[in-house]
């Protein structure tokens, strides 16, 4: 199974929404409504930021927001701040009941 | 809430076998699917495998030869030990519940994770 494809990295200003995207295939994102993301501080476990496509956890800013397009998901970030700033990671099931994660996309809160 | 704490040896030489095991607290192991994660330095999230408290296990198809993932419904701790390992098995090992009582393909909540360092 190949990694869900994401942006190395991307960049924006306290203030500004920004949307990472996260694509995968017809046999993974494309096929299941069980794409999730994590946040990810440096030296830190995951953080579940998203499940089921959209779904927000209790405790998780309302500034997240998570969608899906065919084989792309997004996350988008409202209201960028500088505690934001993290490797933010996809995830999807897979059509041989297995899970794959994205390479992982680094904001910068500039 | 619940909470999970990985535990093993941080090093381990070539070759041989790496255990890990992670002891859930604050709930029951039974009727949930548990998994583990791992990332090597400066790297992304690969996903290792989960089971269903010992009904079922899936893996990732690149590492199902060296894997296995089982549980101890007694201790309420749940294993990992993958064979045969070198230096690209390097990484910071997280296991996680997967998902809810009734389903689901998320991760929460995680352990904070165990340095496991290949080196002879």
């Known amino acids: 199974q190949s990694a869900l494809t994401q942006p190395a990295s991307v960049s924006g200003s306290p203030g500004q929404s920004i949307t990472f995207s996260c694509t995968g295939t017809?046999?993974?994102?494309?096929?299941?409504?069980?794409v999730s993301w994590y946040q990810q501080h440096p030296g830190k476990a995951p953080k579940l930021m998203i499940y089921?496509?959209?779904v927000r956890p209790s405790g998780v800013s309302n500034r997240f927001s998570g969608s899906k397009s065919g084989n792309t998901a997004s996350l988008t970030i409202s209201g960028l701040q500088a505690e934001d700033e993290a490797d933010y990671y996809c995830?999807?099931?897979?059509?041989?009941?297995?899970?794959?994660f994205g390479g992982g996309t680094k904001l910068t809160v500039l | 809430q619940v909470q999970l704490q990985e535990s093993g040896p941080g090093l381990v030489k070539p070759s041989e076998t790496l255990s890990l095991t992670c002891t859930v607290s604050g709930g029951s192991i039974i009727s949930y699917y548990w998994s583990w994660i791992r990332q090597a330095p400066g790297k992304g999230l690969e996903w290792i495998g989960y089971?269903?408290?010992?009904?079922?296990?899936n893996y990732n198809p690149s590492l199902k030869s060296r894997v296995t993932i089982s549980v101890d419904t007694s201790k309420n701790q749940f294993s990992l030990k993958m064979k045969s390992v070198t230096a690209a098995d390097t990484a910071v090992y997280y296991c996680?519940?997967?998902?809810?009582?009734?389903?689901?393909?998320?991760?929460?909540?995680w352990g904070q994770g165990t340095l496991v360092t290949v080196s002879s």
């Open positions: 996680a519940r997967r998902g809810n009582a009734v389903g689901g393909n998320w991760f929460d909540p």
């Open positions: 017809s046999s993974d994102i494309g096929g299941y409504n069980y």
């Open positions: 089971m269903y408290y010992s009904v079922s296990t």
């Open positions: 089921d496509v959209s």
């Open positions: 995830s999807s099931y897979t059509n041989i009941f297995t899970v794959v």
